[in-house]
């Protein structure tokens, strides 16, 4: 019999993928359980583990790695085509739309909002389709709340502070997700 020593969860990295783990696990069965064990459910399941691994980044560092969200847009877009090609337009229209709707207020005020944000809205739309706009409304919301908290807590200084929307915008899709039922 040979024992494999459970090597120890330690460093960022170690640490974000127990923590991944154990936020997007819950999220995969319940996508298996919502969708069944077919290609809905295993691109919903990659679809909310990626949400998670990008909220944790952004709460982290406060940026969206380019090299998890972009691939994760042409992956889900392309499944769509594939599977739904009679719904091409939604999937492809959702996404581009809700990318330009939060690329604006970046025109309007630069820095208002991180260039992230806007790609994520790429993937949200790829896969909610017309759903995202309830993703984008609730985690306008969740995120508005949480401003307004840490305003009533630390004052007219945190006017300034920054707050990451990342995590607000992916809760809006876990929402979106099983609420819209693709």
């Given at each position: 019999?040979?024992?494999?020593?459970?090597?120890p969860v330690s460093g960022r990295?170690?640490?974000?993928?127990?923590?991944?783990?154990?936020?997007?696990?819950?999220?995969?069965?319940?996508?298996?359980?919502?969708?069944?064990?077919?290609?809905?459910?295993?691109?919903?399941?990659?679809?909310?583990?990626?949400?998670?691994?990008?909220?944790?980044?952004?709460?982290?560092?406060?940026?969206?790695?380019?090299?998890?969200?972009?691939?994760?847009?042409?992956?889900?877009?392309?499944?769509?085509?594939?599977?739904?090609?009679?719904?091409?337009?939604?999937?492809?229209?959702?996404?581009?739309?809700?990318?330009?709707?939060?690329?604006?207020?970046?025109?309007?005020?630069?820095?208002?909002?991180?260039?992230?944000?806007?790609?994520?809205?790429?993937?949200?739309?790829?896969?909610?389709?017309?759903?995202?706009?309830?993703?984008?409304?609730?985690?306008?919301?969740?995120?508005?709340?949480?401003?307004?908290?840490?305003?009533?807590?630390?004052?007219?200084?945190?006017?300034?502070?920054?707050?990451?929307?990342?995590?607000?915008?992916?809760?809006?899709?876990?929402?979106?997700?099983?609420?819209?039922?693709?």
């Open positions: 019999m040979v024992e494999v020593a459970a090597a990295y170690g640490r974000r993928a127990l923590l991944c783990t154990l936020v997007s696990a819950p999220l995969v069965v319940a996508c298996f359980v919502h969708f069944g064990m077919t290609w809905d459910g295993w691109l919903g399941a990659y679809f909310c583990t990626v949400l998670v691994l990008l909220s944790i980044i952004d709460i982290e560092e406060r940026r969206l790695p380019n090299v998890i969200v972009l691939p994760s847009f042409v992956l889900v877009l392309t499944a769509h085509l594939v599977l739904y090609p009679e719904q091409a337009a939604e999937w492809t229209i959702a996404a581009f739309g809700a990318a330009l709707f939060l690329f604006l207020p970046t025109l309007l005020m630069p820095g208002a909002m991180g260039m992230g944000d806007f790609k994520l809205a790429l993937l949200l739309g790829a896969m909610l389709g017309w759903a995202v706009v309830t993703a984008i409304f609730i985690g306008s919301i969740a995120g508005a709340l949480v401003a307004i908290g840490v305003l009533m807590m630390r004052g007219a200084s945190a006017r300034k502070q920054a707050i990451f929307y990342g995590p607000f915008l992916a809760f809006g899709g876990v929402v979106a997700l099983f609420a819209g039922s693709l």
